[in-house]
């Protein structure tokens, strides 16, 4: 699923193409990525792009008149670019966003359709879509770790839960739990003063460095290759490989569609962890996909 750095790609992008232009139309390929019936799609046809954000692991096209484009890639969903008049194949993707300037084309890998589509108005609407997590970016290590000792989760699940912090999931969760060496099933109350303090620090460092290396690699072209699992990653996506700080395997905890990747040196004290003896905790804490997590009711 693309999360925060993914996603602030797209924007980066986005905003470069579309500031200053209309949106002409939506053409659906698949009617069921719009799960929103009022107001209808065609209201905003026609009118300029005010805007783009980002809102959890969502991106928010703002159009003229406080009308909104809610879309919400979940995990195979993806953009392509197409310049102004570029013929798109006719089974290409689940909608085609045509603008003055050109056409984003919005694809899913897979045959399960989970990317959607709502039409909203007002920011009252909106807001009805923010899950409430935390911009760590933009918090104070206060408002951190109120969030970490809201509940007593292990901290894996914490920082992957839309409704305590904002864009992180499984990717970016395991990246930010081996930089700041912690178990990824510790229980967020255990943790010490020190530990929330590298957890923050952790988190801010390794999403903002995400977001730039990103940004860099891609350049003034459009992106075409968002990806949870890329080279430069510690752990995740590395089960059997070398840790990068210490040398030891990358070991993996999976359970259900779900996986967790850690140094068991730099993060468990050289501790294994089994699926099986943690099959029950993970019962309670975890659900049982990352879907059901990003969807969980407030």
């Known amino acids: 699923m693309p999360e925060l750095p993914d996603i602030e790609l797209y924007l980066d992008a986005l905003r470069r193409r579309l500031g200053g232009h209309t949106l002409e139309r939506v053409v659906l390929r698949n009617p069921f990525v719009l799960r929103s019936v009022e107001p209808k799609l065609d209201v905003v046809f026609g009118r300029p792009v005010a805007g783009l954000r980002r809102l959890g692991k969502r991106i928010v096209f703002e159009i003229e008149d406080e009308f909104y484009l809610v879309l919400h890639l979940m995990i195979a969903g993806r953009l392509r670019w197409k310049d102004a008049g570029a013929k798109v194949p006719p089974k290409a993707g689940l909608a085609v966003f045509e603008f003055t300037s050109g056409a984003v084309l919005l694809t899913e890998a897979g045959k399960q359709r989970r990317a959607s589509l709502h039409v909203v108005r007002g920011e009252h609407a909106l807001r009805e879509y923010d899950r409430g997590g935390l911009e760590v ?145 993970l019962r309670d804490d975890w659900p049982r996909s990352i879907e059901e997590l990003e969807e969980t009711n407030r």
């Open 137 to 281: 970016l933009q918090a104070s290590f206060e408002e951190f770790a109120a969030r970490v000792a809201a509940g007593n989760h292990s901290v894996k699940r914490a920082l992957c839960d839309p409704r305590l912090f904002s864009g992180i999931g499984n990717a970016y969760s395991d990246e930010i739990l081996h930089a700041a060496r912690l178990s990824p099933f510790k229980r967020t109350q255990s943790l010490s003063y020190a530990e929330v303090a590298r957890l923050f620090d952790a988190s801010r460092a390794t999403l903002q460095t995400w977001v730039e290396r990103l940004k860099q690699e891609t350049g003034t072209r459009f992106p075409e290759k968002v990806t949870a699992f890329r080279p430069e990653m510690a752990v995740h996506g590395k089960f059997g490989e070398p840790c990068p700080e210490c040398g030891a395997k990358v070991q993996r905890i999976v359970y259900a569609s779900n996986e967790t990747n850690y140094c068991p040196v730099c993060q468990t004290e050289g501790k294994l962890l089994r699926d099986r003896a943690l099959s029950r905790l």
